[in-house]
């Protein structure tokens, strides 16, 4: 039986050799054979290739959810108090409101403006104003729908500025003679002041924000007895055609004074 099979087998690899028609139709046989022993060589590969990938998704989807729970158990170590003062971090300390003004008067020693906007608004006594030129004043009273404002062409109007190019601080107040013009005393002699330098608000009062343009030197006057610079001002508002304003709400001005109060009543 051997011996028969042999001598097919080399029958047959004769008649394949010597003859093209058979020995083209031999090698296409066996490359169809090929091709599919080759197919199913790489499906098996790529099972087992899946089966090491799917073995380090396993893995990392372990890691994944380790960090959730480890993050979860954090998350749940936050007590009120740390998500209140995160809470807090998120709100601005200067609120914004925007009003107009519907009545005023610059030729007075005491003048005053009207804004159509009040409690109802959420405008509330002792809020600052300003335009888009600089500081305009400070609420002084309040109904449900409209405020008055202090402003700066007022005589007991006063605030605290600086020199935008040093930081020198001094006083702001008005003479009554003109709304274009102010006064800034209380300049410290050894301070370098030039005519057309900024003044800006200090910052030292509670109530207006540091920065906020207020005017520009525009004469400079030395007090020999006193040794302080008195500053004439040009202001940045001009007080005879304001219209818009915005009032600023300092959110954290009750911590601020509450703080100073206690601060005040431990030196008496």
């Not at 090698?27 to 290739?49: D, E």
């Not at 954090?74 to 807090?88: E, Q």
């Not at 309040?142 to 935008?164: C, E, G, M, Q």
Request: glycine share 6%; with cysteine.
């Amino acid at each position: 039986m051997l011996l028969f099979l042999l001598l097919e087998g080399i029958c047959i690899a004769l008649i394949v050799k010597y003859n093209d028609y058979q020995k083209s139709a031999f090698l296409s046989s066996s490359n169809s054979v090929c091709g599919a022993v080759f197919s199913v060589q790489n499906s098996i590969s790529q099972y087992f290739g899946l089966r090491h990938e799917n073995d380090i998704l396993a893995k990392e989807n372990a890691e994944l959810r380790s960090i959730i729970a480890q993050n979860d158990k954090m998350l749940r170590k936050l007590n009120d108090s740390t998500y209140n003062a995160l809470k807090a971090a998120d709100k601005p300390k200067y609120i914004y409101r925007s009003a107009q003004v519907i009545n005023s008067s610059t030729n007075k020693s005491r003048n005053y403006l009207t804004i159509n906007a009040g409690a109802s608004d959420g405008i509330a006594a002792d809020m600052t104003a300003r335009n888009a030129h600089g500081v305009v004043g400070i609420v002084s009273a309040v109904s449900d729908h409209y405020a008055t404002i202090l402003p700066i062409i007022n005589t007991s109007f006063r605030l605290s500025v600086k020199l935008l190019s040093n930081n020198f601080r001094g006083q702001l107040e008005w003479d009554g003679v003109s709304p274009r013009t102010a006064l800034m005393v209380d300049v410290p002699e050894h301070a370098k002041v030039a005519v057309g330098d900024s003044i800006v608000t200090s910052g030292s009062s509670s109530y207006f924000p540091e920065g906020l343009p207020v005017g520009t030197v525009k004469n400079i006057d030395y007090d020999k007895n006193g040794g302080f610079y008195r500053l004439d001002i040009d202001l940045a508002v001009d007080f005879s055609s304001i219209y818009n304003i915005e009032v600023i709400e300092n959110t954290e001005l009750a911590e601020q004074q509450e703080l100073e109060t206690l601060n005040t009543n431990a030196d008496e």
